[in-house]
Nanobody, 122 residues
């Protein structure tokens, strides 16, 4: 069982930066960790994921080059650095855990946090 708690979401202006954190607890060894988001009225979508060793990182095309995922296994934490934010990045961001290093489907992830709101204001 894995527990995940996100933090760092807030209101930010277009073009700004924000860093989200997700603290993991429980049996997280060998888990990939990922970020998803859900905008109002839309389905939840994959944002980024990183494998246990940090050697494999996957990004959605919409965030590639602007967002960076990283993790600190000593602190059981995964981060999402978001730069050059756009209004369309406004969403609730969720942290999730998976056994799949290349997982990009919701069904690949078995544990989810409660989410943190990111609002990009123009």
């Amino acid at each position: 069982q894995v527990q995940l708690v996100e933090s760092g979401g807030e209101l930010v202006q277009v073009g700004g930066s924000l860093r989200l954190s997700c603290a993991a607890s429980g049996r997280i060894s060998e888990h990939a960790l990922g970020w998803w988001r859900r905008a109002a009225g839309k389905e939840r979508e994959f944002v980024a994921a990183i494998n246990w060793r940090g050697s494999i990182r996957n990004y959605a095309d919409s965030v590639k080059g602007r967002f960076t995922i990283s993790r600190d296994n000593a602190k059981n934490t995964v981060f999402l650095q978001m730069d050059t934010l756009k209004p369309e990045d406004t969403a609730v961001y969720y942290c999730a855990a998976s056994f799949e290093a290349y997982g990009r489907l919701e069904t690949d992830f078995h544990s989810w946090g409660q989410g943190t709101q990111v609002t990009v204001s123009s």
